[in-house]
């Protein structure tokens, strides 16, 4: 999920590529996470060592 960066960081990419398309800022999608869970610090995919 984006290129192996962050779920908050591709959340963020996604929101501004939908703004992008005219939406306004109350109907962007909004990230939602456990207490527990820094979304900044995890990631989905890490890209493979080359």
């Known amino acids: 999920m984006a290129d192996g960066q962050s779920v908050q960081r591709a959340h963020l990419l996604s929101k501004a590529a ?4 005219g939406l306004l ?3 962007l999608p909004t990230l939602a996470h456990p207490a527990d869970i820094d979304p900044g ?8 060592l080359v």
Do not use: S
């Open 18 to 21: 939908i703004a992008l398309n």
């Open 25 to 27: 800022d109350h109907e």
């Open 41 to 48: 610090a995890a990631k989905l995919v890490t890209p493979p």
